[in-house]
């Protein structure tokens, strides 16, 4: 790791975009793929920040009122704070962080691939021996994720990311701008995927993802581990 700090901090990564298609629905970053892995880095020690593409207070989705850990994340008052006025990614410094991890929420689909500068951050994470983390649609972040060699991130290795079986379940095949694990694929992933909605996290060395909401938690805790492990 390049420095102390950076083995304390973890940079969540939400979508700006609000708009579902042409569909007149909503949409945004999944409140439960912030929340729920936010408890865990926090349980674990580590200090939580947020950035977005275009900076501000992001579009949200999934909130459940019912949910204790999404409204313990939404009452925190540090963290309502960091939602508030959340930066854009060419105002972060991403040598402050051991572990970057891409929310979902079918927002990212629009804007996380192409973003050269969320590119930019998962890069340098990466190649300084921290950690790239994903849940969900998430893995949008990781399409156009090149390292310095110009290699794909996810080329050659396992990935879990929301199925095409499952985009069809919901009902949004032909609305999403592409299908997810497709385009992992086209990179040269190895898509591991489990049953509809089912947890499913895959850890190949420091790339963690997992393939829906309910991966989410599992996704930050064997983060957290393999960071652990950088420290080892």
Not at 36 to 42: C, G, L, R, Y
Not at 57 to 85: I, R
Not at 181 to 200: K, S, T
Not at 205 to 210: A, D
């Amino acid at each position: 790791m390049s420095s102390v700090a950076s083995r304390d901090r973890v940079l969540i990564v939400l979508t700006s975009h609000g708009k579902l298609g042409d569909t007149g629905r909503s949409t945004g970053f999944y409140l439960p793929e912030v929340a729920h892995p936010w408890h865990v880095f926090t349980q674990a020690g580590l200090t939580v920040d947020l950035v977005s593409v275009q900076g501000g207070e992001p579009p949200m989705d999934g909130h459940d009122p019912a949910d204790p850990v999404q409204q313990k994340f939404l009452e925190d008052p540090e963290m309502s704070a960091k939602l508030k006025s959340t930066p854009k990614p060419g105002e972060v410094d991403p040598s402050r962080y051991g572990i970057v991890f891409y929310a979902g929420g079918h927002g990212v689909m629009w804007d996380f691939p192409g973003n050269a500068g969320l590119a930019a951050i998962g890069r340098q994470v990466y190649e300084q021996g921290g950690v790239v983390a994903a849940v969900c649609h998430g893995p949008a972040g990781l399409v156009d994720l090149t390292l310095s060699d110009g290699s794909h991130l996810v080329a050659g290795k396992r990935v879990a990311a929301f199925t095409n079986d499952e985009e069809a379940a919901v009902g949004l095949t032909e609305v999403v701008p592409f299908l997810l694990a497709d385009r992992l694929v086209e990179r040269g992933a190895i898509h591991v995927p489990a049953p509809n909605f089912q947890a499913n996290v895959i850890v190949d060395g420091r790339l963690v993802t997992g393939q829906n909401p309910a991966s989410a938690t599992g996704v930050a805790e064997a983060a957290v581990s393999v960071l652990r492990e950088q420290e080892a």
